[in-house]
């Protein structure tokens, strides 16, 4: 798939096919992903968690969603997705990744992913409701994540169930500074 293709055609998904992903698919669509620009030369500032299987998903995804709502309320600014019914934190997909490590090179490495993954057939969602809860020490350890690293990005990933629809974007306001 052309490049300028997929980055006009990728688009969130929140719908997934329950069907397994292959884990030889999640790797090469990790791989593409360590190929975005690290900040140094030769530096790997970024550590990529696969987790798997739908019932395991939706348990943690239910213990996320406690956690915040234990801690913060649905008519604070951000945090209204806490009010809406049957929200689904990880969308029901059949896997999601966590890449820790520094923001700027994370936000870098997932935006590859999700480029790779669309490229492939699968879809993604950035979520970002369960950072809060993953940076809970016993949470990083259970789900292996470094302790010395932060999770910043996570991602849902599958085969798309219904087919996310476009929504024209807007030109972004550019100011060139003469």
């Known amino acids: 798939m052309?490049?300028?293709?997929?980055i006009h055609e990728r688009r969130s998904v929140r719908s997934y096919d329950p069907r397994h992903v292959e884990r030889d698919l999640i790797e090469a669509t990790i791989l593409d992903a360590a190929q975005a620009p690290p900040p140094f030369r030769g530096q790997?500032?970024?550590?990529f968690n696969v987790i798997?299987?739908?019932?395991?998903?939706a348990a943690l995804g239910a213990r996320a969603m406690n956690y915040a709502m234990e801690r913060h309320s649905s008519s604070k600014p951000g945090w209204g997705w806490?009010?809406?019914?049957d929200f689904e934190i990880f969308w029901d997909?059949?896997?999601?990744?966590?890449i820790s490590g520094p923001l700027a090179d994370c936000c870098r490495a997932g935006q590859?992913?999700?480029l790779s993954a669309h490229a492939r057939g699968l879809g993604t969602c950035?979520?970002?409701s369960p950072l809060p809860w993953l940076i809970v020490e016993e949470v990083k350890i259970e789900l292996r994540i470094p302790a010395n690293l932060t999770p910043t990005a996570v991602l849902c990933l599958g085969y798309p169930g219904l087919e996310a629809q476009a929504t024209p974007k807007l030109p972004p306001p550019i100011i060139w500074v003469d």
């Open 44 to 47: 790997v500032p970024w550590v």
């Open 126 to 128: 950035w979520v970002g």
């Open 2 to 6: 052309d490049v300028i293709r997929a």
């Open 82 to 85: 806490l009010g809406q019914p």
């Open 93 to 98: 997909a059949p896997a999601f990744v966590v």
């Open 52 to 57: 798997e299987g739908r019932e395991r998903i």
């Open 112 to 114: 590859t992913l999700m």
